[in-house]
């Protein structure tokens, strides 16, 4: 039969599945518009069918049905209509058109109770039966001849969701789990009876209902005790991470918690030794712990005599709000043992609680292992462990088909190891990793001191590591290693320590109203997080760049997918393992290395990311925008290129300038988003200036980044290093004075001479362009032509950074007010702090890093008015 199916939901989408496998043909899908750039899931099953799908926001207008829609559905030569769950007003020309009419699913037991709440009004009403009726649509309001009627008893603590869970969906939902299934209609299946009625099987002749369960990795491997499960497509595997099962296409889900038939509740991967692992013998000080607590239960149940060690929490009678008090009571006693709430429902008597407690103590909770397949090299008298794979929901894994690619140590341009290049499934896979652990896991719940704790934690093992880490930043970015080890190391240990702090800090305000008189209104606001962020940072300081963002993304509570610089993958690798070291639950950290046009592209593109924060060039920022807008409206901000303008005037310390001014070019090998990418000096000290410059430029020693004695080491890439040259040979032919250097250094690896250039005009290619790169532009201006010098030194469509050198301090505030840019550095240089924000005018882009003003780039506010 020609079938056309009308409506939405999961509950249609199986509809619509159970048409087609009894030989259906269904020549149309007519269901409700994306919202928020996402698909209906009936649509999602029908357009991947290739059945055509419409998506009319409404069928009629004014009571009137609308020609051209009828139309179409027309057009499609229906036979019948199934409307399986429909929240749109379908006209009567649509109802009455097939030769069979419409069939219509109703959630109650008609006549019983009509219209959308009929449910609700089943137990309203105090009904004892419940159930659904599939009808003959007429022109009345759940009205026509009735085809059948299925029933159920209504119990007395029934709600909404777990009648509609336990029966109506779709025919009386059983909750026994089909086998023949793919490992994600198998995970959907369980979570979507998580928990109440619970999706169970039989294993072992006993029932069990599974809880918890995520989606595995397409490639990740699992090892651990079979377990046959009858039915399946083959046996599961009990893991340390948990229950391992296998959908008929070969890909696995984990699930995370078991329970019995007598109410028990198990670790999934403690099924084959519940209740066989050998007690820890208690040592004095457990032993009075345990006292203790046992005085907490007492004074918890207090209808039980005496709490003996087989004593049962919730048999005694314990309640969901005494399990919340119960865990509290163990932190005031024990600060390091920080118990979930499941901890307690998984172990419910005393001794099996105590046991539990006294291993938390011990830091002997049987937590997942984190498999790692380091690669290791022995250099900088150290053996550092770099993770090469992607980084997905908790685990190290391949890319989609295995792909790789080699990352190069710019020191002597030889590849230090393979890594994962990420796929579009990759990211989409993360994704939905950072939106099940936003919505749906630990993190979303986790009130904010708690989550500042795992930063704090994550920050500790950084600083553990900070040797390590400056070492994998300096043979993959090239930068060096004092250098690394101070900055790109020591700022992004302070930036998580600070924004640590935040985390119980994000605060709304009460407003006052117009008050709507008799009653009176109460307005507040609540920060929010967004939910799943995407992170584009860029080469020139790798770790550094990951921390500025996505300390501020995770202290507001978000969770992130970040792709780094494909040329420098190596530390946000580093940092990944370190994230799942200090216990930041699985998916809220994801880390994608790869291609800006495949990764980068589908970041901007995904319509379950609301926010992408992007640190690169310009002409990339004003296309990830466009993207951005074009998808689903994302929430973007941007620091981007660089021209900034730093004005030394006669009246300056000279020694100070000369300095800061080598500083403001040369640090970090010119590889630096506020670098000075112009000095305008004063033309009676400008000679003196120049001559005390490239006598200091002679003194650098540049070298292998990791000798301590180096102070210029290799550019990042050959690509940047080519540019680099072309750039100096542009401002030679245009007529600028090359002073010293603007050649490559005849060694191995991407070496660059560091470079000044004077008798620089203003429109000169290098006085227009970002060099990105050790190159000096220095141009005079006549001394009292203040207002002339503002004017050149802002005539740029680039506003991240500027800086003046004067004595004066009124001439220091007046130009500092007129220079037009994000920051201004006042006789000092890259001074940059964790607590000052950082960010650009104009083409520079927009929102802020650091400080305060980053954690508004991730939150959102919601206005909440009551009136009383």
Same mark, same amino acid.
């Given at each position: 039969?020609?079938?056309?199916?009308?409506?939405?939901?999961?509950?249609?989408?199986?509809?619509?599945?159970?048409?087609?496998?009894?030989?259906?043909?269904?020549?149309?899908?007519?269901?409700?518009?994306?919202?928020?750039?996402?698909?209906?899931?009936?649509?999602?099953?029908?357009?991947?069918?290739?059945?055509?799908?419409?998506?009319?926001?409404?069928?009629?207008?004014?009571?009137?049905?609308?020609?051209?829609?009828?139309?179409?559905?027309?057009?499609?030569?229906?036979?019948?209509?199934?409307?399986?769950?429909?929240?749109?007003?379908?006209?009567?020309?649509?109802?009455?058109?097939?030769?069979?009419?419409?069939?219509?699913?109703?959630?109650?037991?008609?006549?019983?109770?009509?219209?959308?709440?009929?449910?609700?009004?089943?137990?309203?009403?105090?009904?004892?039966?419940?159930?659904?009726?599939?009808?003959?649509?007429?022109?009345?309001?759940?009205?026509?001849?009735?085809?059948?009627?299925?029933?159920?008893?209504?119990?007395?603590?029934?709600?909404?969701?777990?009648?509609?869970?336990?029966?109506?969906?779709?025919?009386?939902?059983?909750?026994?789990?089909?086998?023949?299934?793919?490992?994600?209609?198998?995970?959907?299946?369980?979570?979507?009876?998580?928990?109440?009625?619970?999706?169970?099987?039989?294993?072992?002749?006993?029932?069990?209902?599974?809880?918890?369960?995520?989606?595995?990795?397409?490639?990740?491997?699992?090892?651990?005790?079979?377990?046959?499960?009858?039915?399946?497509?083959?046996?599961?595997?009990?893991?340390?991470?948990?229950?391992?099962?296998?959908?008929?296409?070969?890909?696995?889900?984990?699930?995370?918690?078991?329970?019995?038939?007598?109410?028990?509740?198990?670790?999934?991967?403690?099924?084959?030794?519940?209740?066989?692992?050998?007690?820890?013998?208690?040592?004095?000080?457990?032993?009075?712990?345990?006292?203790?607590?046992?005085?907490?239960?007492?004074?918890?149940?207090?209808?039980?005599?005496?709490?003996?060690?087989? +004593?049962?929490?919730?048999?005694? #009678?314990? =309640?969901?709000? *005494? /399990?919340?008090?119960?865990?509290?009571?163990?932190?005031? &006693? @024990?600060?390091?043992?920080?118990?979930?709430?499941?901890?307690?429902?998984?172990?419910?008597?005393?001794?099996?609680?105590?046991?539990?407690?006294?291993?938390?103590?011990?830091?002997?909770?049987?937590?997942?292992?984190?498999?790692?397949?380091?690669?290791?090299?022995?250099?900088?008298?150290?053996?550092?462990?770099?993770?090469?794979?992607?980084?997905?929901?908790?685990?190290?894994?391949?890319?989609?088909?295995?792909?790789?690619?080699? +990352?190069?140590?710019?020191?002597? #341009?030889? =590849?230090?190891? *393979? /890594?994962?290049?990420?796929?579009?499934?990759?990211?989409? &896979? @993360?994704?939905?990793?950072?939106?099940?652990?936003?919505?749906?896991?630990?993190?979303?719940?986790?009130?904010?001191?708690?989550?500042?704790?795992?930063?704090?934690?994550?920050?500790?093992?950084?600083?553990?590591?900070?040797?390590?880490?400056?070492?994998?930043?300096?043979?993959?970015?090239?930068?060096?290693?004092?250098?690394?080890?101070?900055?790109?190391?020591?700022?992004?240990?302070?930036?998580?320590?600070?924004?640590?702090?935040?985390?119980?800090?994000?605060?709304?305000?009460?407003?006052?109203?117009?008050?709507?008189?008799?009653?009176?209104?109460?307005?507040?606001?609540?920060?929010?997080?967004?939910?799943?962020?995407?992170?584009?940072?860029?080469?020139?300081?790798?770790?550094?760049?990951?921390?500025?963002?996505?300390?501020?993304?995770?202290?507001?509570?978000?969770?992130?997918?970040?792709?780094?610089?494909?040329?420098?993958?190596?530390?946000?690798?580093?940092?990944?393992?370190?994230?799942?070291?200090?216990?930041?639950?699985?998916?809220?950290?994801?880390?994608?290395?790869?291609?800006?046009?495949?990764?980068?592209?589908?970041?901007?593109?995904?319509?379950?990311?609301?926010?992408?924060?992007?640190?690169?060039?310009?002409?990339?920022?004003?296309?990830?925008?466009?993207?951005?807008?074009?998808?689903?409206?994302?929430?973007?901000?941007?620091?981007?290129?660089?021209?900034?303008?730093?004005?030394?005037?006669?009246?300056?310390?000279?020694?100070?300038?000369?300095?800061?001014?080598?500083?403001?070019?040369?640090?970090?090998?010119?590889?630096?988003?506020?670098?000075?990418?112009?000095?305008?000096?004063?033309?009676?000290?400008?000679?003196?200036?120049?001559?005390?410059?490239?006598?200091?430029?002679?003194?650098?020693?540049?070298?292998?980044?990791?000798?301590?004695?180096?102070?210029?080491?290799?550019?990042?890439?050959?690509?940047?290093?080519?540019?680099?040259?072309?750039?100096?040979?542009?401002?030679?032919?245009?007529?600028?004075?090359?002073?010293?250097?603007?050649?490559?250094?005849?060694?191995?690896?991407?070496?660059?001479?560091?470079?000044?250039?004077?008798?620089?005009?203003?429109?000169?290619?290098?006085?227009?362009?970002?060099?990105?790169?050790?190159?000096?532009?220095?141009?005079?201006?006549?001394?009292?032509?203040?207002?002339?010098?503002?004017?050149?030194?802002?005539?740029?469509?680039?506003?991240?950074?500027?800086?003046?050198?004067?004595?004066?301090?009124?001439?220091?505030?007046?130009?500092?007010?007129?220079?037009?840019?994000?920051?201004?550095?006042?006789?000092?240089?890259?001074?940059?702090?964790?607590?000052?924000?950082?960010?650009?005018?104009?083409?520079?882009?927009?929102?802020?890093?650091?400080?305060?003003?980053?954690?508004?780039?991730?939150?959102?506010?919601?206005?909440?008015?009551?009136?009383?």
């Amino acid at each position: 039969m020609k079938i056309a199916v009308i409506g939405q939901s999961l509950f249609g989408q199986e509809v619509y599945k159970e048409l087609r496998k009894d030989g259906h043909t269904i020549v149309g899908v007519f269901t409700i518009p994306d919202k928020d750039g996402k698909a209906d899931p009936l649509a999602t099953e029908a357009e991947k069918d290739g059945v055509a799908v419409f998506k009319f926001p409404r069928w009629r207008v004014k009571g009137q049905a609308i020609p051209e829609v009828v139309a179409q559905y027309k057009a499609t030569g229906a036979e019948l209509n199934v409307l399986p769950f429909c929240s749109q007003f379908i006209p009567m020309e649509v109802i009455d058109h097939p030769k069979h009419g419409s069939i219509i699913y109703h959630p109650s037991l008609l006549p019983r109770h009509r219209g959308a709440s009929a449910i609700n009004w089943t137990l309203i009403h105090g009904d004892k039966k419940g159930g659904f009726t599939v009808f003959w649509a007429d022109d009345g309001l759940d009205t026509g001849p009735i085809l059948l009627q299925r029933e159920c008893d209504v119990e007395p603590n029934d709600t909404v969701n777990t009648i509609y869970k336990r029966f109506l969906f779709p025919e009386g939902v059983k909750g026994t789990i089909d086998w023949n299934q793919t490992a994600e209609g198998l995970h959907n299946w369980i979570r979507g009876n998580d928990k109440v009625p619970g999706a169970w099987a039989e294993v072992d002749g006993q029932k069990v209902t599974f809880y918890g369960s995520s989606l595995m990795n397409k490639g990740s491997t699992a090892k651990g005790q079979a377990l046959e499960i009858p039915g399946a497509s083959q046996p599961g595997l009990v893991t340390k991470a948990g229950l391992v099962l296998f959908g008929n296409d070969g890909n696995a889900l984990l699930v995370k918690n078991l329970q019995f038939e007598d109410g028990k509740m198990i670790a999934a991967a403690q099924y084959f030794s519940s209740g066989s692992s050998a007690a820890v013998e208690l040592t004095e000080e457990e032993k009075s712990f345990a006292e203790k607590m046992r005085a907490v239960w007492q004074s918890i149940l207090t209808n039980v005599s005496h709490i003996e060690d087989s +004593t049962d929490f919730f048999k005694s #009678g314990a =309640a969901s709000m *005494d /399990v919340v008090r119960l865990v509290e009571e163990v932190k005031l &006693r @024990a600060s390091s043992c920080q118990l979930q709430n499941e901890d307690i429902y998984m172990n419910t008597t005393f001794q099996e609680f105590i046991q539990k407690c006294v291993r938390k103590l011990r830091g002997e909770d049987d937590e997942e292992e984190l498999v790692v397949d380091y690669v290791e090299k022995n250099t900088n008298n150290m053996t550092i462990q770099m993770p090469h794979q992607l980084f997905i929901n908790g685990e190290f894994v391949d890319a989609e088909g295995g792909k790789t690619y080699k +990352t190069i140590n710019p020191s002597d #341009g030889t =590849a230090i190891c *393979d /890594v994962s290049l990420a796929q579009i499934s990759d990211v989409d &896979r @993360a994704v939905a990793a950072a939106k099940e652990a936003f919505e749906e896991g630990e993190w979303g719940k986790m009130n904010p001191r708690d989550r500042g704790r795992l930063i704090y934690k994550l920050a500790d093992l950084m600083e553990q590591h900070q040797e390590e880490l400056a070492t994998i930043e300096s043979i993959d970015s090239g930068a060096v290693y004092t250098l690394a080890l101070k900055t790109h190391v020591g700022m992004s240990i302070q930036t998580f320590r600070y924004f640590a702090g935040w985390c119980d800090k994000i605060q709304g305000s009460t407003i006052p109203i117009n008050q709507a008189r008799p009653n009176r209104n109460l307005t507040f606001t609540k920060k929010e997080p967004i939910g799943v962020c995407a992170i584009v940072i860029p080469w020139n300081y790798p770790l550094m760049m990951l921390a500025w963002k996505t300390a501020a993304c995770l202290a507001a509570g978000n969770t992130v997918v970040l792709k780094p610089a494909q040329v420098t993958p190596l530390t946000a690798l580093k940092f990944a393992e370190l994230a799942a070291r200090a216990g930041l639950p699985k998916g809220v950290v994801n880390i994608l290395p790869g291609s800006g046009a495949l990764v980068g592209q589908r970041l901007s593109d995904h319509p379950d990311v609301r926010k992408l924060g992007f640190t690169g060039s310009t002409e990339i920022g004003k296309h990830i925008m466009k993207s951005c807008a074009v998808s689903n409206v994302k929430k973007v901000s941007l620091e981007l290129g660089g021209k900034s303008p730093l004005i030394i005037f006669s009246d300056c310390d000279m020694d100070k300038a000369v300095r800061m001014g080598m500083s403001s070019v040369f640090f970090n090998k010119g590889e630096n988003c506020i670098a000075a990418g112009r000095l305008f000096v004063e033309d009676t000290i400008h000679d003196q200036f120049v001559k005390r410059v490239v006598e200091e430029v002679k003194k650098m020693k540049t070298g292998d980044p990791l000798d301590r004695a180096t102070d210029h080491g290799p550019q990042n890439h050959k690509a940047h290093l080519d540019k680099l040259v072309e750039y100096c040979q542009t401002g030679v032919k245009e007529g600028a004075t090359l002073i010293c250097g603007g050649k490559q250094i005849q060694r191995p690896g991407f070496f660059f001479e560091p470079t000044v250039f004077t008798d620089v005009q203003d429109h000169m290619y290098i006085a227009i362009e970002e060099s990105f790169g050790p190159v000096m532009i220095i141009s005079k201006f006549k001394g009292g032509e203040v207002d002339d010098v503002l004017r050149r030194a802002n005539a740029t469509e680039y506003g991240l950074a500027s800086g003046v050198f004067t004595r004066d301090i009124s001439k220091a505030l007046y130009v500092s007010e007129r220079l037009n840019a994000g920051t201004v550095f006042v006789n000092t240089y890259n001074k940059t702090d964790v607590a000052s924000p950082f960010g650009g005018f104009k083409q520079s882009g927009f929102g802020k890093d650091l400080g305060q003003e980053a954690l508004n780039e991730y939150l959102k506010t919601k206005a909440v008015t009551i009136e009383y």
